[in-house]
């Protein structure tokens, strides 16, 4: 016989790897029980009222603490169902929701909703349906995004609806590439830049973000002096002062574009429970159909958005992350190179759980700012073997191409934005250039094969 209430560590096996298969294993009131749980590690303080008859057929009350006071937020009815969930049964629930003014309604179930059930819930403004491979993200997101206890934040499961209501663009449509990477100074800034200098050779539109309040990308990349100076940036769109499409600037390169980061950007934060939100509104605006090249207006899309974000400030790199299709992780071979690789890993789960469909997923590590010998990552220094060991364990590849240390880089870093960033192009004679050509056509082939 089956237990009826599973104890506590089958619950915590299940929240560490979920599956729909693993949640069905469970009896009906186990079941309501692991979802009281997953409410609990998401920051609600949870009533289990399953079984106590008061008609409703409700079966969990979820409660915060609003203008100090605690609050019933939200009512939940669970299904451990294998067939989708019919009409009839959302329509009771949202009859039992309706005397808890002002709460929302959450049913959850292992399966899915019938398409006339998702009609019926339509009708009405707080009832929110979540199936079996939602509940899967949502536990994912909150195992990877909220720490245990911490009773500051509360992650609402309609995240993972209001996720999948945002139209992302296609890789095939346009490229986002987050370059990202807990560890500082390893070559985040400088492959952005080379990567779009590159692309702008081929003709490729470009647009480059810069979400480090440093700015080092926005200094190094050489603006165009326009007639009316644009003095927009990202931390005035996330400070909801202006779009994003506003904050888009014209640089010295035919095809890139930036959107500049000002010092200010560190200020702004969306505090703990604005986070989530906040991260959906950035994805849902940079893949809108408004984000086109200006000077082509409605003729066409950017081919590339590239993100480069900041070392180790978890929500910026968020940011870049919801957005990406691909992430690019510059590392170099010293010894703990790989801990910040991993710490990112951690970010991108959880990121790819909460946006679903067409989320980042990690392209490869790159070798960079290398000074052994050897053309290829296959080829390089026993550190470098290492690396590649350690990282490819968890499933990181590592890119082919690698990049070399080069005087150039090395010499135009903190100097003024008409210097250019790889030295002088000197057709194929710098090292730097030549690396971060072959990197950016080993890129294309990857995203080519992953469209
Ligand atoms: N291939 C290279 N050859 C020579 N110097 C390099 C190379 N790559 C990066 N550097 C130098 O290393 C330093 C750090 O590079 P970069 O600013 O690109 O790193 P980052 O990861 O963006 O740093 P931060 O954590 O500050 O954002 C810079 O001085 C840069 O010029
Ligand atoms: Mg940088």
């Not at 915590?12 to 997953?38: D, R, S």
């Not at 030295?423 to 990857?446: C, H, L, P, S, T």
């Amino acid at each position: 016989m089956a237990q009826s209430i599973a104890p506590n560590e089958t619950f915590a096996q299940i929240f560490a790897k979920p599956t729909v298969a693993a949640m069905l294993e469970l009896t009906p009131t186990g079941f309501e029980h692991f979802v009281e749980y997953v409410f609990q590690r998401a920051g609600y303080r949870v009533n289990f009222i399953a079984g106590v008859y008061d008609g409703s057929g409700l079966d969990l009350h979820l409660h915060t603490t609003f203008n100090g006071h605690d609050t019933l937020v939200a009512v939940v009815q669970v299904k451990r169902f294998t067939d989708d969930v019919a009409p009839h049964f959302v329509n009771a629930f949202a009859g039992s929701t309706l005397p808890h003014m002002g709460a929302r309604g959450y049913l959850v179930t292992t399966s899915n909703y019938k398409a006339d059930a998702r009609a019926q819930a339509a009708k009405h403004e707080n009832i929110y349906l979540i199936n079996g491979e939602q509940f899967v993200r949502y536990i994912n997101y909150i195992r990877g995004s909220r720490s245990e206890g911490d009773l500051s934040v509360v992650i609402p499961p309609e995240s993972i609806l209001v996720a999948d209501s945002i139209q992302r663009r296609s890789v095939k449509q346009t490229r986002y590439i987050a370059i990202a990477n807990n560890k500082g100074g390893i070559g985040k800034t400088t492959t952005a830049i080379n990567m779009a200098q590159v692309l702008d050779s081929l003709g490729q539109r470009v647009l480059l973000v810069d979400l480090d309040s440093q700015g080092n990308l926005t200094q190094r990349c050489p603006q165009h002096k326009q007639v009316v100076p644009n003095p927009k940036h990202l931390g005035t769109y996330l400070s909801h002062q202006c779009t994003l499409t506003d904050a888009i600037r014209q640089t010295d390169y035919a095809n890139v574009w930036l959107i500049p980061a000002a010092p200010d950007l560190r200020l702004i934060d969306p505090g703990a429970n604005g986070f989530t939100a906040s991260i959906l509104d950035f994805a849902r605006d940079i893949h809108a159909s408004e984000i086109v090249p200006p000077r082509y207006q409605t003729l066409s899309d950017f081919d590339w958005v590239i993100l480069d974000t900041p070392t180790a400030v978890e929500y910026r790199i968020r940011l870049a992350l919801g957005a990406a299709h691909f992430i690019v992780i510059p590392t170099q071979v010293e010894t703990f190179a790989a801990s910040g690789v991993f710490l990112l890993q951690e970010t991108a789960n959880a990121i790819s759980a909460l946006t679903g469909k067409n989320g980042c997923r990690i392209a490869g590590a790159l070798i960079t700012d290398y000074h052994g010998r050897g053309s290829s990552s296959s080829d390089v220094s026993d550190k470098g073997t290492a690396l590649r060991a350690g990282l490819s364990g968890s499933g990181i590849p590592m890119f082919n191409s690698l990049i070399h240390h080069d005087q150039g880089i090395e010499n135009a870093h903190g100097k003024p934005p008409s210097n250019p960033f790889v030295g002088k192009w000197i057709q194929g004679r710098n090292k730097g250039e030549r690396d971060y050509k072959a990197f950016v056509e080993e890129m294309i082939i990857y995203v080519n094969s992953n469209i």
